[in-house]
C-alpha cells in the first residue's frame, strides 16, 4: 500500500467515525472508542504488580521459611545432587528453569545461602561475612547440597507441585522441611508497601525450643548472630514490628594504651566498623592514634589509643560513637495462604513444629500404606505358589479365563488379607517367573512377612505417638548436627552511656567575662577550659543568676561571669558554697547547695533574686569539701571584731532554692578563704552491677562498700588472675568474675589449682598486692585451672584419690599447718603424690588463738558478727567465706 492509498484510507475511516457519531447522537463515545481510564489502569496493574513481588518475590513462606529464588536453588540443586560438588554457574544456569529475574540474583541469593553453613555444602572462594569480601565468579566455585538439606528438607512424597512459569517444568510450592528454618536462617526483604526481617536464631536453641513447645512447656528463644558480639534483646517484643534490640561489638582492654575488637555487631563487617571509628576519631569524639586490621578467619581489630586516653572511657566512647553499638528493629512478616502476616516468632516456631509434626504423620502413613501393600502382595505370592494355584491357570485358554481362574482359586484365603484383591494383583501374580517358583522358599517368605508385620506395628505405634515421635525426631537431628552452633551472640544487659561522660576532649572554651559572652571562636579572650563540642556548660554570673548552655562557637550568658565550667548532670556530690548580699535587707547569707537537674538555656537564681544582690564569695566542689572562711567587715562604731572566721562544714546542704542561713547583718569588705576543708559527704556507696559488669551509685547489684581518696576495688577471675582499680564508674569488669570486693591490704588468699604443667595438683598461701596489672596466681597454661579459693583464716580440704592409688582412703588437710604464707608467684606446694581425683572445702572452724591485741571498735569481726566473746571458737558458714569451682 502507498501512501496515497494510506492517506485515502485513514480520510474514508475519518467520514466513518463522523457518520457513527452523527447516527448515535454524539452520546457513548467511550463504548465507541473503548476509552480505558489511566487511573483505573494505574490501579489494576500495581496492584498486581505489588502482589507479584510480595508473594513471588522479598517475603518468605512461613511453612519451608524460603523465598521463592531460594526454593528455587534448593530444588535444582537437588535435581542436579549426585553426591558430587557442581560448578555454581551450573546451578545458576539451571535454577533459570524456574526462576525467571535472571542470573544475578539467583547468584547473590545462593551466595548469602552458602555463607549461613547449613544448607550448602561449599567449596572455593565463597567470600567473608566479617569483612565483606564478596565470593569468586560462579565459574571458579563449586556448590551441592549438605547432608542436613537432604534430610531435613527434601521428600517427593509429601511435596505439592505446580508448573513452573513457562509450563515446561514442575516446581515445589513449598518443600516439606521438617525444621524451623525461616528462623534459623533469617531473612530480609523489601516488598511494595510492607517489609520482613527476621533475625537468624541458634540451632540447638530452636530444637530445644520446638521440643518444649510439643511437650506444652513454656519457651522463650532469641537471635543468635554469625559475627558474635554482644545483644540486649530486653525489647525484642518477641520479633513483631515495633521491638528494637541493641547489639555491640566485644572489644577487650588489652592493657592501657591498647585496645582488641573480636567480634562484630550483626550486620557490620570490618571495613564499614573501622570506616565508623575513623569518622568519629576524624570529628575529636574518639582518640585513636592507630587501627590495625588483622581480621582473617577471625575479627581481630587493634586499636592504639593517644597518650593520656582512659581505655574504659574509649571503650564507652566507642560504643556511643561509632557503629561499635547498634539498634535493630525485627519486623516478622510471612506468606501464608498467598497472604502477607505478621507472626511473633514464638508463633513462628508453633506453626513450624506443627507442621513438622504434620510432615512426619505424612511420611509414617505413607510409609504404612506401603508397607501394607507390600505385604499383601507377599502374602497373595505366598498363597498363589504355596497353594499351586498357578495349576488352574494350564487349560485356560483366554486371558479372561486365566484372571478368573486365578481369581477363584485365592477366594478361600481373602478374608485373610488386609484389603481385597484387585485385577492388578491378579495380573502382578501372572508375571511371577517359573524360576522364582521353582525356588520359592517358604521359611524366608515367613520370615519377611514377619519383619514386614513387625515394622507395620512401630509404624503404628508412632502414629498413635505422633508427639513423642517427633520430639524424638528433633533430638536425633540436634544429636547429629547440632555439636557446631553453640551460641555465638551473648545475651546481655547494656547499661545507658552517656555520651557527654565519655566523649573525648576535642575543642577549647573561652569566655568574655565582661561582656558576657562565651564559646570555642574567641581565642583571644581568656582561655576556660578544654571541652567537647557536645558539653553543657555552666556560667554563675555576679548577680547570682546562673545558666546551662550547649558549647557553641559564641553565644551571650550575660555580663560579670565568675564562674565558667563544663556542666555535669545529675552531679549531687559537687558541692557549691556561696556568701552573698541580700538586696532587699542588705544582710549577708551564707549557702551551701548542689546544682543537679536544670532546663537548658534557662535562667536559674542561686540568690533570693531581689535587685542588688551580688555574690560575694563561691567556691566550686567537686567532692562536696568545706573549706574555713574569713570575713573582713567595714569599719563602723561599736563593732569590736572587724573579722571573724566561718566554717562551711557547720552549714547543712540544702536545695538550690534556699536562701540560706544569715552570716552577718554588718556591711562586708571582703570574704577569703582562710583554710581548704575535707569532704563532708562521705564515702562514696559503690555498688557492682552483675547483669552489665559495670559499676553504679544508684544501688543495683552487690554492695562493695564506700569509697574514698585511694580505695581500690580487688578484682579476682575465674582463669586464677586478680588486679585492684579505681573506682570510676566507666571502668569495665571481666566477664569471669570470681570476687569483686573493695581491697583489704593483708588479706590471705589460699587456693588449690590443677597445674596444667605438671598435671598435679598444688596448694598455695599468699596475700594480694595493690597493682593495676593483671596478675596470674596460677600459670597460664592452656589446661590449668583453679580449683578453689577461699579467705578462710584455717581453710580445710577432704581429698579423694583415683586411678591406680582409688582405694586409698580421703585425706583431710589442714591448709594454714601445710603451707606457710609466701608471694602469690610462688608455685606453692603439691598437694599429694598419689593421683588425685577430687578435693572438696570442708566446712572450716577457726582455731582458739587467744584473745586480740585490741580490735578496732568499729570492724566488723567474726565474733561481733555471730555475737560471741573475742577468742571464743565459732564455726563459719562457708557461704560467706569461700569461693569454689568445679573441676
Same mark, same amino acid.
Given at each position: 500500500?502507498?501512501?496515497?492509498?494510506? =492517506?485515502?484510507?485513514?480520510?474514508?475511516?475519518?467520514?466513518?467515525?463522523?457518520?457513527?457519531?452523527?447516527?448515535?447522537?454524539g452520546?457513548?463515545?467511550?463504548?465507541?472508542?473503548?476509552?480505558?481510564? %489511566?487511573?483505573?489502569?494505574?490501579?489494576?496493574?500495581?496492584?498486581?504488580?505489588?502482589?507479584?513481588?510480595? +508473594?513471588?518475590?522479598?517475603?518468605?513462606?512461613?511453612?519451608?521459611?524460603?523465598?521463592?529464588?531460594?526454593?528455587?536453588?534448593?530444588?535444582?540443586?537437588?535435581?542436579?545432587?549426585?553426591g558430587?560438588?557442581?560448578?555454581?554457574?551450573?546451578?545458576?544456569?539451571?535454577?533459570?528453569?524456574?526462576?525467571?529475574?535472571?542470573?544475578?540474583?539467583?547468584?547473590?541469593?545462593?551466595?548469602?545461602?552458602?555463607?549461613?553453613?547449613?544448607?550448602?555444602?561449599?567449596?572455593?572462594?565463597?567470600?567473608?561475612?566479617?569483612?565483606?569480601?564478596?565470593?569468586?565468579?560462579?565459574?571458579?566455585?563449586?556448590?551441592?547440597?549438605?547432608?542436613?538439606?537432604?534430610?531435613?528438607?527434601?521428600?517427593?512424597?509429601?511435596?505439592?507441585?505446580?508448573?513452573?512459569?513457562?509450563?515446561r517444568?514442575?516446581?515445589?510450592?513449598?518443600?516439606?522441611? &521438617?525444621?524451623?528454618?525461616?528462623?534459623?536462617?533469617?531473612?530480609?526483604? $523489601?516488598?511494595?508497601?510492607?517489609?520482613?526481617?527476621?533475625?537468624?536464631?541458634?540451632?540447638?536453641?530452636?530444637? #530445644?525450643?520446638?521440643?518444649?513447645?510439643?511437650?506444652?512447656?513454656?519457651?522463650?528463644?532469641?537471635?543468635?548472630?554469625?559475627?558474635?558480639?554482644?545483644?540486649?534483646?530486653?525489647?525484642?517484643?518477641?520479633?513483631?514490628?515495633?521491638?528494637?534490640?541493641?547489639?555491640?561489638a566485644?572489644?577487650?582492654?588489652?592493657?592501657?594504651?591498647?585496645?582488641?575488637?573480636?567480634?562484630?555487631? /550483626?550486620?557490620?563487617?570490618?571495613?564499614?566498623?573501622?570506616?565508623?571509628?575513623?569518622?568519629?576519631?576524624?570529628?575529636?569524639?574518639?582518640?585513636?592514634?592507630?587501627?590495625?586490621?588483622?581480621t582473617?578467619?577471625?575479627?581481630?581489630?587493634?586499636?592504639?589509643?593517644?597518650?593520656?586516653?582512659?581505655?574504659?572511657?574509649?571503650?564507652?566512647?566507642?560504643?556511643?560513637?561509632?557503629?561499635?553499638?547498634?539498634?535493630?528493629?525485627?519486623?516478622?512478616?510471612? $506468606?501464608?495462604?498467598?497472604?502477607?502476616?505478621?507472626? *511473633?516468632?514464638t508463633?513462628?516456631?508453633?506453626?513450624?513444629?506443627?507442621?513438622?509434626?504434620?510432615?512426619?504423620?505424612?511420611?509414617?502413613? =505413607?510409609?504404612?500404606?506401603?508397607?501394607?501393600?507390600?505385604?499383601?502382595?507377599?502374602?497373595?505370592?505366598? =498363597?498363589?505358589?504355596?497353594?499351586?494355584?498357578?495349576?488352574?491357570?494350564?487349560?485356560?485358554?483366554?486371558w479372561?479365563?486365566?484372571?478368573?481362574? %486365578?481369581?477363584?482359586?485365592?477366594?478361600?484365603?481373602?478374608?485373610?488379607?488386609?484389603?481385597?484383591?484387585?485385577?492388578?494383583?491378579?495380573?502382578?501374580?501372572?508375571?511371577?517367573?517359573?524360576?522364582?517358583?521353582?525356588?520359592? #522358599?517358604?521359611?524366608?517368605?515367613?520370615?519377611?512377612?514377619?519383619?514386614l508385620?513387625?515394622?507395620?506395628?512401630?509404624?503404628?505405634?508412632? +502414629?498413635?505417638?505422633?508427639?513423642?515421635?517427633?520430639?524424638?525426631?528433633?533430638?536425633?537431628?540436634?544429636?547429629?548436627?547440632?555439636?557446631?552452633?553453640?551460641?555465638?551472640?551473648?545475651?546481655?544487659?547494656?547499661?545507658? =552511656?552517656?555520651?557527654?561522660?565519655?566523649?573525648?576532649?576535642?575543642?577549647?572554651?573561652?569566655?568574655?567575662?565582661?561582656?558576657?559572652?562565651?564559646?570555642t571562636?574567641?581565642?583571644?579572650?581568656?582561655?576556660?577550659?578544654?571541652?567537647?563540642?557536645?558539653?553543657?556548660?555552666?556560667a554563675?554570673?555576679?548577680?547570682?543568676?546562673?545558666?546551662?548552655?550547649?558549647?557553641?562557637?559564641?553565644?551571650?550568658?550575660?555580663?560579670?561571669?565568675?564562674?565558667?565550667?563544663?556542666?555535669?548532670?545529675?552531679?549531687?556530690?559537687?558541692?557549691?558554697?556561696?556568701?552573698?548580699?541580700?538586696?532587699?535587707?542588705? &544582710?549577708?547569707?551564707?549557702?551551701?547547695?548542689?546544682?543537679?537537674?536544670?532546663t537548658?538555656?534557662?535562667?536559674?537564681?542561686?540568690?533570693?533574686?531581689?535587685?542588688?544582690?551580688?555574690?560575694?564569695?563561691?567556691?566550686v566542689?567537686?567532692?562536696?569539701?568545706? @573549706?574555713?572562711?574569713?570575713?573582713?567587715?567595714?569599719p563602723?562604731?561599736?563593732?569590736?571584731?572587724?573579722?571573724?572566721?566561718?566554717?562551711?562544714?557547720?552549714?547543712?546542704?540544702?536545695?538550690?532554692? *534556699?536562701?540560706?542561713?544569715?552570716?552577718?547583718?554588718?556591711?562586708?569588705?571582703?570574704?577569703?578563704?582562710?583554710?581548704?576543708?575535707?569532704?563532708?559527704?562521705?564515702?562514696?556507696?559503690?555498688?557492682?552491677?552483675?547483669?552489665?559488669?559495670?559499676?553504679?551509685?544508684?544501688?543495683?547489684?552487690?554492695?562493695?562498700?564506700?569509697?574514698?581518696?585511694?580505695?581500690?576495688?580487688?578484682?579476682?577471675?575465674?582463669?586464677?588472675?586478680?588486679?585492684?582499680?579505681?573506682?570510676?564508674?566507666?571502668?569495665?569488669?571481666?566477664?569471669?568474675?570470681?570476687?569483686i570486693?573493695?581491697?583489704?591490704?593483708?588479706?590471705?588468699?589460699?587456693?588449690?589449682?590443677?597445674?596444667?604443667?605438671?598435671?598435679?595438683?598444688?596448694?598455695?598461701?599468699?596475700?594480694?598486692?595493690?597493682?593495676?596489672?593483671?596478675?596470674?596466681?596460677?600459670?597460664?597454661?592452656?589446661?590449668?585451672?583453679?580449683?578453689?579459693l577461699?579467705?578462710?583464716? /584455717?581453710?580445710?580440704?577432704?581429698?579423694?584419690?583415683?586411678?591406680?592409688?582409688?582405694?586409698?582412703?580421703?585425706?583431710?588437710?589442714?591448709?594454714?599447718?601445710?603451707?606457710?604464707?609466701?608471694?602469690?608467684?610462688?608455685?606453692?606446694?603439691?598437694?599429694?603424690?598419689?593421683v588425685?581425683?577430687?578435693?572438696? @572445702?570442708?566446712?572450716?572452724?577457726?582455731?582458739?588463738?587467744?584473745?586480740?591485741?585490741?580490735?578496732?571498735?568499729?570492724?566488723?569481726?567474726?565474733?561481733?558478727?555471730?555475737?560471741?566473746?573475742?577468742?571464743?571458737?565459732?564455726e563459719?558458714?562457708?557461704?560467706?567465706?569461700?569461693?569454689t569451682? #568445679?573441676?
Open positions: 500500500m502507498d501512501e496515497k492509498d494510506e =492517506i485515502q484510507n485513514g480520510e474514508e475511516l475519518d467520514q466513518a467515525d463522523e457518520t457513527a457519531l452523527e447516527n448515535n447522537g452520546e457513548n463515545t467511550e463504548e465507541l472508542y473503548k476509552v480505558a481510564h %489511566i487511573s483505573g489502569m494505574y490501579k489494576d496493574w500495581f496492584l498486581d504488580y505489588a502482589s507479584y513481588v510480595i +508473594l513471588e518475590r522479598a517475603v518468605p513462606n512461613i511453612y519451608d521459611g524460603l523465598k521463592p529464588v531460594q526454593r528455587r536453588i534448593l530444588h535444582s540443586m537437588k535435581r542436579l545432587d549426585d558430587r560438588y557442581n560448578k555454581v554457574a551450573n546451578i545458576i544456569g539451571h535454577t533459570m528453569q524456574f526462576h525467571p529475574h535472571g542470573d544475578a540474583s539467583i547468584g547473590d541469593a545462593l551466595v548469602q545461602l552458602g555463607q549461613k553453613n547449613l544448607l550448602v555444602d561449599m567449596q572455593g572462594n565463597w567470600g567473608n561475612i566479617l569483612t565483606g569480601d564478596r565470593a569468586a565468579a560462579p565459574r571458579y566455585i563449586e556448590a551441592r547440597l549438605s547432608k542436613f538439606a537432604l534430610e531435613v528438607v527434601f521428600n517427593p512424597k509429601t511435596t505439592a507441585w505446580k508448573l513452573s512459569y513457562d509450563g517444568n514442575k516446581e515445589p510450592l513449598t518443600l516439606p522441611v &521438617k525444621f524451623p528454618l525461616l528462623l534459623a536462617l533469617g531473612t530480609e526483604g $523489601i516488598a511494595v508497601g510492607l517489609a520482613s526481617k527476621i533475625l537468624p536464631h541458634n540451632f540447638n536453641e530452636l530444637i #530445644d525450643a520446638s521440643i518444649l513447645y510439643l511437650k506444652g512447656k513454656p519457651f522463650e528463644i532469641f537471635p543468635d548472630f554469625p559475627s558474635g558480639g554482644l545483644a540486649d534483646f530486653s525489647r525484642y517484643n518477641d520479633g513483631l514490628r515495633g521491638g528494637a534490640i541493641k547489639v555491640r566485644r572489644i577487650k582492654k588489652i592493657d592501657k594504651k591498647n585496645l582488641i575488637i573480636t567480634e562484630l555487631p /550483626y550486620g557490620k563487617t570490618t571495613g564499614s566498623l573501622i570506616e565508623s571509628i575513623i569518622k568519629a576519631n576524624d570529628k575529636g569524639k574518639i582518640k585513636i592514634k592507630k587501627i590495625d586490621d588483622n582473617s578467619d577471625a575479627v581481630e581489630i587493634h586499636l592504639t589509643l593517644a597518650s593520656g586516653v582512659s581505655a574504659d572511657k574509649t571503650i564507652d566512647a566507642l560504643y556511643a560513637f561509632t557503629d561499635c553499638e547498634l539498634s535493630i528493629s525485627p519486623n516478622s512478616c510471612v $506468606i501464608r495462604d498467598d497472604k502477607p502476616e505478621f507472626p *511473633s516468632v508463633e513462628l516456631l508453633k506453626v513450624s513444629a506443627d507442621h513438622t509434626q504434620g510432615l512426619l504423620s505424612q511420611e509414617l502413613q =505413607i510409609r504404612l500404606n506401603e508397607l501394607e501393600d507390600a505385604w499383601h502382595l507377599s502374602s497373595l505370592e505366598k =498363597i498363589f505358589i504355596e497353594k499351586k494355584i498357578y495349576r488352574k491357570i494350564e487349560e485356560c485358554e483366554t479372561e479365563a486365566v484372571i478368573e481362574a %486365578i481369581d477363584t482359586g485365592l477366594k478361600p484365603y481373602k478374608k485373610l488379607l488386609l484389603r481385597k484383591v484387585t485385577r492388578e494383583d491378579i495380573i502382578h501374580l501372572t508375571e511371577i517367573k517359573i524360576k522364582r517358583i521353582s525356588k520359592y #522358599d517358604v521359611k524366608k517368605a515367613d520370615e519377611h512377612i514377619r519383619d508385620e513387625e515394622e507395620m506395628e512401630e509404624v503404628k505405634n508412632n +502414629l498413635a505417638h505422633i508427639v513423642e515421635f517427633t520430639i524424638d525426631y528433633y533430638r536425633k537431628i540436634k544429636k547429629k548436627y547440632g555439636k557446631p552452633w553453640a551460641r555465638k551472640t551473648e545475651i546481655r544487659s547494656f547499661d545507658t =552511656i552517656v555520651a557527654t561522660k565519655v566523649v573525648a576532649v576535642n575543642t577549647k572554651l573561652f569566655a568574655n567575662r565582661k561582656e558576657g559572652f562565651i564559646g571562636s574567641l581565642k583571644k579572650d581568656e582561655f576556660i577550659c578544654e571541652c567537647s563540642d557536645i558539653d553543657d556548660v555552666i554563675i554570673r555576679k548577680d547570682g543568676k546562673y545558666v546551662v548552655t550547649k558549647v557553641a562557637d559564641k553565644a551571650f550568658v550575660g555580663k560579670n561571669i565568675i564562674h565558667l565550667a563544663v556542666f555535669k548532670k545529675n552531679d549531687t556530690r559537687t558541692i557549691y558554697n556561696i556568701v552573698y548580699q541580700d538586696g532587699r535587707t542588705g &544582710k549577708v547569707m551564707v549557702k551551701r547547695t548542689a546544682i543537679s537537674g536544670v537548658r538555656d534557662k535562667e536559674y537564681d542561686l540568690t533570693r533574686g531581689k535587685h542588688g544582690t551580688r555574690i560575694m564569695y563561691l567556691s566542689n567537686p567532692n562536696g569539701e568545706a @573549706e574555713k572562711i574569713k570575713v573582713m567587715l567595714k563602723r562604731p561599736r563593732i569590736k571584731n572587724l573579722s571573724f572566721e566561718y566554717d562551711f562544714g557547720e552549714l547543712a546542704i540544702k536545695g538550690r532554692f *534556699s536562701m540560706g542561713n544569715t552570716l552577718t547583718k554588718y556591711a562586708v569588705h571582703k570574704v577569703t578563704l582562710k583554710e581548704k576543708g575535707v569532704s563532708t559527704l562521705g564515702g562514696r556507696k559503690i555498688w557492682f552491677d552483675e547483669d552489665v559488669f559495670r559499676l553504679n551509685v544508684d544501688g543495683r547489684g552487690k554492695f562493695l562498700g564506700e569509697f574514698s581518696g585511694d580505695d581500690k576495688i580487688l578484682v579476682v577471675t575465674k582463669r586464677g588472675t586478680f588486679r585492684t582499680t579505681n573506682f570510676d564508674l566507666s571502668n569495665h569488669f571481666e566477664e569471669d568474675i570470681l570476687i570486693e573493695k581491697f583489704s591490704p593483708g588479706k590471705v588468699f589460699s587456693v588449690i589449682y590443677y597445674d596444667g604443667t605438671n598435671k598435679y595438683f598444688y596448694v598455695k598461701r599468699f596475700e594480694v598486692e595493690a597493682t593495676e596489672k593483671e596478675q596470674h596466681f596460677i600459670n597460664d597454661h592452656p589446661d590449668s585451672k583453679l580449683v578453689s577461699t579467705v578462710v583464716e /584455717y581453710p580445710r580440704f577432704e581429698i579423694s584419690f583415683g586411678g591406680k592409688n582409688k582405694d586409698r582412703e580421703s585425706e583431710i588437710v589442714e591448709v594454714a599447718e601445710f603451707i606457710g604464707v609466701k608471694s602469690f608467684k610462688a608455685k606453692g606446694k603439691r598437694l599429694s603424690s598419689y588425685v581425683s577430687d578435693v572438696h @572445702e570442708l566446712e572450716p572452724v577457726v582455731k582458739n588463738e587467744g584473745l586480740p591485741e585490741k580490735p578496732a571498735e568499729d570492724a566488723e569481726t567474726p565474733e561481733k558478727k555471730k555475737g560471741l566473746r573475742p577468742g571464743q571458737e565459732i563459719l558458714d562457708p557461704d560467706d567465706t569461700q569461693m569451682l #568445679d573441676l
